[in-house]
């Protein structure tokens, strides 16, 4: 198998933790990157799932209700926790 070199611009950091753990996991660096462009070529692409988190249907639409409460002057508005508390009591 013939090798090659190729340069990667990283933040220092994660690259000092990445050799960290992967220091404890028995490889280096250049190891895990192996690991990942093999596994990667296995699966045909990421070897996990890339993806935007964005809230599903129900969160979408709580999140939605909450600002409109937020912004209705018909709705009881509360100053603090304790008031709303003293509130729910009665």
Same mark, same amino acid.
């Given at each position: 198998?013939?090798?090659?070199?190729?340069?990667?611009?990283?933040?220092?950091?994660?690259? $000092? %933790?990445?050799?960290?753990?992967?220091?404890?996991?028995?490889? =280096? @660096?250049? /190891?895990?990157? =192996?690991?990942? &462009? *093999? %596994?990667? &070529?296995?699966?045909?692409?990421?070897?996990?799932?890339? *993806? &935007?988190? %964005?809230? =599903? $249907?129900? /969160?979408?639409?709580?999140? &939605?209700?909450?600002?409109?409460?937020?912004?209705?002057?018909?709705?009881?508005?509360?100053?603090?926790?304790?008031?709303? @508390? *003293?509130? @729910?009591? *009665?």
């Amino acid at each position: 198998m013939a090798s090659t070199n190729f340069s990667v611009r990283m933040d220092s950091d994660i690259k $000092k %933790q990445c050799e960290a753990l992967y220091g404890e996991l028995g490889m =280096n @660096l250049t /190891t895990a990157i =192996n690991v990942f &462009l *093999r %596994q990667s &070529l296995r699966v045909g692409g990421f070897p996990f799932e890339v *993806r &935007l988190d %964005q809230p =599903n $249907k129900e /969160t979408m639409a709580a999140m &939605l209700e909450a600002e409109r409460i937020a912004h209705d002057p018909d709705v009881k508005h509360y100053s603090d926790v304790e008031e709303a @508390l *003293r509130e @729910l009591k *009665r």
